[in-house]
Structures are given as structure tokens and as C-alpha cells.
């Protein structure tokens, strides 16, 4: 079964940063499109950020400017760096295939509060 690992999660105060991670196979994380999804209490998961294999982002208009999707394909790993936190940012985040996803990992929780 694939597996999509998410690290990096935690509790931070607004205006804060987090990176979190995202690793796979080599297989899964060479060949597709990646994405981070975030899902907070009571709404749909959503995607906030994707990357394709060549490195080409694309980002939802509410985290522009403040997310950063990254790439290290020797590493087989993925990142979110996120900047200037917001309490809207709570939710969890997770990573798979920006189309047609893989089964969901468990996620990793980002909770921004004072």
C-alpha cells in the first residue's frame, strides 16, 4: 500500500512559520504531480498548494504569498514552508497526487492560536 508521510505539524502563535514535510516512494514521488491539502474542522479538504515534477507551483489564492511548495527529488521528500500563520491556517494539512489521490495519510495537525 502507498504511504504519504506528513511531519512537521504543531502549535504556533499568530504570525508564526512551520515547514512541514511530505515523503513517499520514490516511485510515487518521481512520476506524479504533488500536492498539500489542508482540512479544518467542519469543511472539505481543499488544495492549497501543488508542484509538478518539473518543480512548476501553483498555489490557492488565500495562502499566496505566504506558502512555499518545494521539491527534493534525492530526498523523495516534499515541503510546505508556511509564513505569517494565521488562526484561518488551523487544520490538517496532508500531501498526495494533485489529481486522482493516493489513500490519505494521517495528516499532520497545524493549530494557530494565541
Known amino acids: 500500500q502507498v504511504q504519504l508521510v506528513e511531519s512537521g505539524g504543531g502549535l504556533v502563535q499568530p504570525g508564526g512559520s512551520l515547514r512541514l514535510s511530505c515523503t513517499t516512494s520514490?516511485?510515487?514521488?518521481?512520476?506524479?504531480?504533488l500536492a498539500w491539502y489542508r482540512q479544518a474542522p467542519g469543511k472539505e479538504r481543499e488544495l492549497v498548494a501543488s508542484?509538478?515534477?518539473?518543480?512548476?507551483?501553483n498555489y490557492a489564492d488565500s495562502v499566496k504569498g505566504r506558502f512555499t511548495i518545494s521539491r527534493d527529488n534525492a530526498k523523495n521528500t516534499m515541503y510546505l514552508q508556511i509564513n505569517s500563520l494565521k488562526p484561518e491556517d488551523t487544520a490538517v494539512y496532508y500531501c498526495?497526487?494533485?489529481?486522482?489521490?493516493?489513500?490519505w495519510g494521517q495528516g499532520t495537525q497545524v493549530t494557530v492560536s494565541s
Open positions: 520514490r516511485f510515487i514521488f518521481s512520476i506524479n504531480n
Open positions: 498526495n497526487r494533485d489529481q486522482f489521490p493516493l489513500s
Open positions: 508542484i509538478s515534477v518539473g518543480g512548476r507551483t
